[in-house]
């Protein structure tokens, strides 16, 4: 079992950033590969952003790409999400995620999440 609690979120103008962080508890951080995802109102949820259990890969969703920068430490149990360039379009709840399988962007193979941390971008 692995517990999940995101923070860092908040409002930002267009154009600004924020950093998200995800902090880990219960079993060795190190043997999950970590995810995040978003919601919005009246939407799915859709993937963001991956990190491999090792640090060796990362995978990002092509509307973030270029924007965001998913990280871990393992050290300290957490892995961020670092939002540059924010759009009103990334207005949305996110979720950190935690899978013991592979690095992936399949919602139903991630075994744990957190609350949720509300990203809210004005225009």
């Known amino acids: 079992q692995v517990q999940l609690v995101e923070s860092g979120g908040g409002l930002v103008q267009a154009g600004g950033s924020l950093r998200l962080s995800c902090a880990a508890s219960?079993?060795?951080?190190?043997?999950?590969?970590m995810g995040w995802f978003r919601q919005a109102p009246g939407k799915e949820r859709e993937f963001v952003a991956a990190?491999?259990?090792?640090?060796?890969?990362?995978d990002y969703a092509d509307s973030v790409k270029g924007r965001f920068t998913i990280s871990r430490d393992n050290a300290k149990n957490t892995v961020y999400l670092q939002m540059n360039s924010l759009k009103p379009e990334d207005t949305a709840v996110y979720y950190c995620?935690?899978?013991?399988?592979?690095?992936?962007?399949?919602?139903?193979?991630?075994?744990?999440w957190g609350q949720g941390t509300q990203v809210t971008v004005s225009s």
């Open positions: 219960g079993r060795t951080f190190s043997s999950y590969a």
């Open positions: 995620a935690a899978t013991t399988v592979y690095i992936t962007r399949t919602v139903s193979l991630y075994n744990y």
């Open positions: 990190f491999s259990r090792s640090g060796g890969s990362t």
